[in-house]
T-cell receptor
Framework: NAGVTQTPKFQVLKTGQSMTLQCAQD?????MYWYRQDPGMGLRLIYY???????DKGEVPNGYNVSRLNKREFSLRLESAAPSQTSVYFC??????????FGNGTRLTVT | SQQGEEDPQALSIQEGENATMNCSYKTSINNLQWYRQNSGRGLVHLIL?????REKHSGRLRVTLDTSKKSSSLLITASRAADTASYFCATDANDYKLSFGAGTTVTVRA
């Protein structure tokens, strides 16, 4: 049972490049989330999808776009990467009002 | 802005000792959750306590919730080296947006 799978695990981008972070879950959860984690800041919500076909902004959505491709997959896109987007990105999924299941993260460096 | 704030930021204890960390939050919640994160890994759920509950246990973990003070505590008893990790509280205000604090880093010395 894979749980939440994120790809890639590591990525280095130059300023202005674009990339898509992929996330897939096999637990049939309705809700999926993208968080970023920076030192001393905990996790901050970027975007979430309460159910297939819906997406909403979280606390720090600027510079990001998301796609809920189907119930399993929720991708995060950086259209024009900036050094301020250097972070560790976590995808999570879960039923409403229940604990979240996290992937192991994507470590992104923007130079 | 983040809802929860953990205290202390860091904690170093001897194996076998208890570790206590606290979480304060600002607005009404539906439930409060505690997570653990080992270095380089994703977060793992430990305990969920609902707003109408005051205390919950899971193995060596004990969580309390005081909604009048908007605070929660996590106690780890008889700590082990494997408990070395960062611990996060997260608040659920019934709006899909689970909000995390900055975490407490716990080091258990052998």
């Amino acid at each position: 049972n894979a749980g939440v799978t994120q790809t890639p695990k590591f990525q280095v981008l130059k300023t202005g490049q674009s990339m898509t972070l992929q996330c897939a879950q096999d637990m049939n959860h309705n809700s999926m989330y993208w968080y970023r984690q920076d030192p001393g800041m905990g996790l901050r919500l970027i975007y979430y999808s309460a159910s297939e076909g819906t997406t909403d902004k979280g606390e720090v959505p600027n510079g990001y776009n998301v796609s809920r491709l189907n119930k399993r997959e929720f991708s995060l896109r950086l259209e024009s990467a900036a050094p301020s987007q250097t972070s560790v990105y976590f995808c999570a999924s879960g039923p409403y009002n229940s604990p979240l299941h996290f992937g192991n993260g994507t470590r992104l460096t923007v130079t | 802005s983040q809802q929860g704030e953990e205290d202390p930021q860091a904690l170093s204890i001897q194996e076998g000792e208890n570790a206590t960390m606290n979480c304060s939050y600002k607005t009404s919640i539906n439930n409060l959750q505690w997570y653990r994160q080992n270095s380089g890994r994703g977060l793992v759920h430990l305990i969920l306590i609902r707003s109408n509950e005051r205390e919950k246990h899971s193995g060596r973990l004990r969580v309390t919730l005081d909604t009048s003070k908007k605070s929660s505590s996590l106690l780890i008893t008889a700590s082990r080296a494997a408990d070395t990790a960062s611990y996060f509280c997260a608040t659920d205000a019934n709006d899909y947006k689970l909000s995390f604090g900055a975490g407490t880093t716990v080091t258990v010395r052998a």
